[in-house]
């Protein structure tokens, strides 16, 4: 548990947890002690509100209670953590260019050096690298997709000597896997980044058709010639079929953009964290 923050960190994780009705139990029974026990007085029983009644059920494993149409529809444009996940998409490119540089050259080229003395310690270097882009991506996963992460790498026993760290770090199989998804999320950022880019686009540019394509039919050439001949390109009659096709393409997107937030947080999790020998 030491990897995911002090004890400090790990606790204000937990912010709905407070020792202060538990300790007010016990003054209130220390305080009562060899005092007779009061009667039970009859009072007509208040029905609870029924946020608490769901709650209850919930707790007790019933059913929950099913979100509307319109949030299970509309619920991703006012849902945080899908922005956010949005916006790791955009990153990924950039994130998935620095982390495939990194580790392909640095491995190709400590490799090629372990026949000479420099070649040991740089490729300890680039261990070390890894496992620290590793740490990195683990907080930027935390903070843009919601999952928890390590604050710390793996720690390694102490006072091992030079050999006996690089060995445990040569043998710890998160090493290996957090240097696979630095090599995988090169084509996942190419992945994510085009998605991005093209719902948004494709999305913003139809539901706005409203606008631009009224304002072209008034004052803008909306025709194109095609053999010599002229064609109406944008007719009037199609610009509220662009708005509800635009609408419900970025609808769509919005809820594609979720499940790929949750998606990779769960494989940043198997790759970084769950892997230990």
């Known amino acids: 548990m030491e990897v995911y923050g002090t004890p400090q960190e790990v606790a204000a994780a937990y912010k709905g947890a407070s020792l202060e009705p538990a300790a007010q139990t016990v003054k209130a029974a220390v ?32 059913p929950a209670p099913e979100a509307s149409i319109w949030r299970q529809i509309f619920g991703p444009f006012v849902d945080g953590r899908v922005w956010t996940s949005l916006v790791y998409m955009l990153l990924s490119l ?38 620290g882009l590793a740490l990195m991506e683990g907080r930027l996963v935390e903070t843009l997709l919601g999952t ?11 006072n091992l000597s030079f050999w006996q760290r690089m060995l445990f770090w040569l043998k710890d199989g998160r090493t290996w896997a957090s240097a696979l998804y630095m090599v995988l999320m090169l084509p996942l950022g190419i992945a994510y980044f085009t998605i991005a880019v093209t719902g948004i686009s494709v999305g913003v540019s139809l539901v706005t058709a409203p606008i631009w394509g009224w304002f072209q039919w008034l004052y803008g050439d909306h025709t194109a010639v095609i053999n010599g001949a002229r064609y109406n390109f944008w007719p009037l009659w199609a610009i509220p ?9 970025l609808i769509g997107f919005m809820h594609l953009v979720k499940w790929i937030g949750r998606g990779h947080a769960a494989f940043a999790k198997a790759m970084l964290v769950r892997i230990n020998t």
């Open 31 to 62: 305080s009562t002690q060899g005092q007779p026990e009061p009667q039970p007085q009859s009072t007509p029983a208040q029905p609870l509100p029924t946020g608490v009644q769901q709650g209850m059920q919930a707790a007790a494993g019933g």
């Open 241 to 249: 079929i662009a708005f509800v096709v635009g609408a419900v393409f």
């Open 148 to 158: 928890r992460m390590p604050r710390r790498s793996r720690p390694a026993p102490l």
């Open 94 to 131: 950039a994130t998935g260019i620095v982390y495939f540089t990194i580790v392909v050259t640095g491995f190709s080229t400590a490799g090629g050096m372990l026949v000479l003395i420099i070649g040991i310690p740089l490729f300890m270097l680039v261990l070390a690298i890894v496992r």
